[in-house]
């Protein structure tokens, strides 16, 4: 993995997020449109990048399969006991610490962690960020609405049957039974998955628009966080998995991911209980403008050591 590759991977990423931003400005990018390209990359682009990759990909083992599965569980439960220090650690009002848990464990998997994972490591990596994924899926849904709701959970199993679940689910079947497909269906998925890059930095170009950017600039704490949170945090995890993973396809992709600035999906839910998202928004902001640098740092550093 070259630190050279990923800053030109994330700088084109940045130069897309910026037309977004420029036609937010101009009236020519609304909420209603990017609620709607939301569901597209969501539901359609993302699915499609993943698929298109899995097919192309080289099959992988059971034991490659494993020993994704094992280190997925082992950071997701770093990062669940980090969150819970974090609170603390950072003097956070207690009201907001759930907000900086939701912040440290979920990182943007679907919308810049598929990406610059294919891009940066191509095709081959997309078997082992599915894996990834699937953990994030099936966190956020259980997890993530217990901080949300601070335990008045109403679940059931429909909350797992999203786009994102199944698709990681599918991905890792076809994975393991390197089942063929007619070119055509490959081709579709990969014309609809190269779409995705564009608009989901364009849609976070519009995010950018649309925030009050004192929301960013008059919390301090959140620039301690995004520094421990997506550099140290990554840097450290990275050169440890470094010592007892012996497969750097994973270890490449698992580092990429971890570095991945906060997710929207944490947002979106907090909205959706009409909870008071200033916080969420601004590490969501922050950690994003961010990425181009502190993505480029976690690759050099773990590369060079």
Partial sequence: MSAGVVATQMAIMFLFLFIGYGLTKRGHFSADTSRDLSFVISNICCPSMLLAGIFTA?????????????????????????????????????????FY?????FGNMGFIGYPVVNAVIG?????????????FNLLLFTYGIVLLRQGQIRMNWKTFLNAGTI???????LLLTKLTVPTPVVSCLSYMGNAMTFFASAIIGHSLAETSWKVVLENK?????????YLLVPIL?????????????L???????????????????AQEYDMDTDTLTGGIVLSTVCSIVTITIVATVVNML
Avoid at 66 to 88: F, K, R
């Fill in 58 to 98: 080289p099959a992988m083992t059971g034991r490659e399969l494993l020993e994704g599965g094992i280190a997925t569980v082992v950071i997701y439960i770093i990062l669940i006991l980090l969150g819970m220090l974090v609170g603390p650690l950072l003097r956070i009002p207690k009201p907001e610490r759930k």
């Fill in 251 to 269: 270890l490449n992709v698992f580092v990429l991911l971890m570095a991945m600035p906060a997710a929207n999906m944490p947002l979106m839910m």
């Fill in 237 to 249: 995890l990275g050169l440890a998995l470094k010592q007892v993973v012996s497969n750097t396809l």
């Fill in 123 to 135: 095709p081959e990596g997309m078997g082992f960020a599915a894996v990834f994924n699937l953990g």
């Fill in 221 to 229: 704490k959140l620039y301690l966080f995004v520094v421990l949170r």
């Fill in 167 to 173: 698709s990681s689910v599918l991905a890792i079947v």
């Fill in 101 to 105: 848990q939701l912040m440290t464990i």
